[in-house]
T-cell receptor
């Protein structure tokens, strides 16, 4: 596809469950970013990948959050033991040279 | 002080008018600046990037950057109802082309017919 693809588009889960969110970047984009957007908090950076390594993971809010990227392409963001405050839209972006392009996001709701 | 601040809005302008959106940032080493448009329920869409002091024009959009004043703005000429959206200012905090973006809270723009 031409753009950044994220799945699922919506996820509803119970508090305490683990969730996995997937991002497929634009082909050829070496840099990949995860952000979170919630009411009152705006758009917050979580983690940045260059290839398969993560030189900046300073935005991960707790050790319940982790992410990996394999083959320099698809990335997975995992949230363990979800809490209600994890409810947000999780956005993935990729870039080749500077400008970041976003996927449609995963809307995560924790019951 | 927030790292990136935008005029709080909401901003309402009549169709055909110029909409002016403003943003200030606190990190003096910031090098890259972006404006994103976000429609309700949609993801941010890049509309402008600017790296050097001065103006950059693209169609009806003009971005202005003043690094000495740590100020970046977006002008939308001949505003259309379809321009109604939230506009997000984003700054590259790391000073490189591949660093994370720090976003402002956004300004809601409404263009009324």
């Amino acid at each position: 596809g031409a753009g950044v693809s994220q799945s699922p588009s919506n996820k509803v889960t119970e508090k305490g469950k683990d969730v996995e969110l997937r991002c497929d970047p634009i082909s050829g984009h070496t840099a990949l970013y995860w952000y979170r957007q919630s009411l009152g908090q705006g758009l917050e950076f979580l983690i940045y990948f260059q290839g398969n390594s993560a030189p900046d993971k300073s935005g991960l809010p707790s050790d319940r959050f982790s992410a990996e990227r394999t083959g320099g392409s698809v990335s997975t963001l995992t949230i363990q033991r979800t809490q209600q405050e994890d409810s947000a839209v999780y956005l993935c972006a990729s870039s080749a040279a500077g400008s970041q392009h976003f996927g449609d996001g995963t809307r995560l709701s924790i019951l | 002080q927030k790292e990136v601040e935008q005029n709080s809005g909401p901003l309402s302008v009549p169709e055909g008018a110029i909409a002016s959106l403003n943003c200030t940032y606190s990190d003096r080493v910031s090098q890259s600046f972006f404006w994103y448009r976000q429609y309700s329920g949609k993801s941010p869409e890049l509309i402008m990037s600017i790296y050097s002091n001065g103006d950059k024009e693209d169609g009806r959009f003009t971005a202005q950057l003043n690094k000495a004043s740590q100020y970046v703005s977006l002008l939308i000429r001949d505003s259309q109802p379809s321009d109604s959206a939230t506009y997000l200012c984003a700054v590259n905090a790391g000073g490189t082309s591949y660093g994370k973006l720090t976003f402002g809270q956004g300004t809601i723009l409404t263009v009324h017919p």
